[in-house]
C-alpha cells in the first residue's frame, strides 16, 4: 500500500518568516494530494490540493509543489502569521475505488510572534 | 457551510464496555469513513463506506469494531469491548463520490478508556 513519510515533524518559525513542510510518497499511481490544518483540538480541514497533472499550485499565502518523478510534495506558507500554529498534514491517494487518503504523520509549526 | 456532526464530543468509558460514536455525515454525500487518531499521532484510516456495505477496513478495523448505517442520516460506530489502547480521537469523514474528492471530516468524538 501507500506510505507517506513526512518531514519535519515539527517546525518553529518567527512570524512572517516561510515555512516549508515535506512529503514523500511510495506508490507512483496515486495522483490527488490534499494537505490539511489541525488546530489544537479541531477537526482536520483541507487547505489545498493538488493533482498529478498540476505541478503547483497556489492559494493566497500558501502554495503546494509536487514533483512526480521524485514522488514527494511540498507545501510552502509565505508571510507566516501566529494564527498558521497548527499541525499540517499531508496526504496520497489513489483515483478510483474508495478515496482513502494515507496520512503523513503531521508536521507541528509554531509560528512565534 | 454543510458540516459532519459527531456525538459525543467526548466519553470516558470504562474497559471492556461498549461504545457508539454517532455521526450524522453531509446530507447529499454517499460515501462515509471513520478515523483515529491516538494523542499526537497521525490520523489512521480504519473503515470506508459505501451503498450500506463496508467498502473497505483497515488492520486496525478488527472483529471489535462494526459501523451501520441505521437510517438515512446517521452512521455509528461500535466498539465491542473497549481496551485501554482504544483511547483517541475518532473522526467521521464524508465524501460525496468516492474519487478524487474532498473528504470532510467532522469534529471528533475523544473517546477515553480507564
Known amino acids: 500500500g501507500e506510505n507517506v513519510e513526512q518531514h519535519p515533524s515539527t517546525l518553529s518559525v518567527q512570524e512572517g518568516d516561510s515555512a516549508v513542510i515535506k512529503c514523500t510518497y511510495s506508490?507512483?499511481?496515486?495522483?490527488?494530494f490534499p494537505w490539511y490544518k489541525q488546530e489544537l483540538g479541531k477537526r482536520p480541514q483541507l487547505i489545498i490540493d493538488?493533482?498529478?497533472?498540476?505541478g503547483e499550485k497556489k492559494d493566497q499565502r500558501i502554495a503546494v509543489t509536487l514533483n512526480k518523478t521524485a514522488k514527494h510534495f511540498s507545501l510552502h506558507i509565505t508571510e507566516t502569521q501566529p494564527e498558521d500554529s497548527a499541525v499540517y498534514f499531508c496526504?496520497?491517494?489513489?483515483?478510483?475505488?474508495?478515496?482513502?487518503?494515507?496520512f503523513g504523520r503531521g508536521t507541528s509549526l509554531i509560528v512565534h510572534p | 457551510e454543510p458540516e459532519v456532526t459527531q456525538t459525543p464530543s467526548h466519553q470516558v468509558t470504562q474497559m471492556g464496555q461498549e461504545v457508539i460514536l454517532r455521526c450524522v455525515p453531509i446530507?447529499?454525500?454517499?460515501?462515509f469513513y471513520w478515523y483515529r487518531q491516538i494523542l499526537g499521532q497521525k490520523v489512521e484510516f480504519l473503515v470506508s463506506?459505501?451503498?450500506?456495505?463496508?467498502?473497505?477496513k483497515s488492520e486496525i478495523f478488527d472483529d471489535q469494531f462494526s459501523v451501520e448505517r441505521p437510517d438515512g442520516s446517521n452512521f455509528t460506530l461500535k466498539i465491542r469491548s473497549t481496551k485501554l489502547e482504544d483511547s483517541a480521537m475518532y473522526f467521521c469523514?464524508?465524501?460525496?463520490?468516492?474519487?478524487?474528492?474532498?473528504?470532510?471530516f467532522g469534529e471528533g468524538s475523544w473517546l477515553t478508556v480507564v
Open positions: 463506506f459505501y451503498n450500506n456495505e463496508i467498502s473497505e
Open positions: 496526504a496520497a491517494t489513489l483515483s478510483g475505488g474508495s478515496y482513502i487518503p494515507t
Open positions: 446530507s447529499n454525500h454517499l460515501y
Open positions: 506508490d507512483s499511481a496515486s495522483n490527488y
Open positions: 493538488i493533482r498529478s497533472n498540476v
Open positions: 469523514a464524508s465524501s460525496f463520490t468516492g474519487t478524487l474528492d474532498t473528504i470532510y
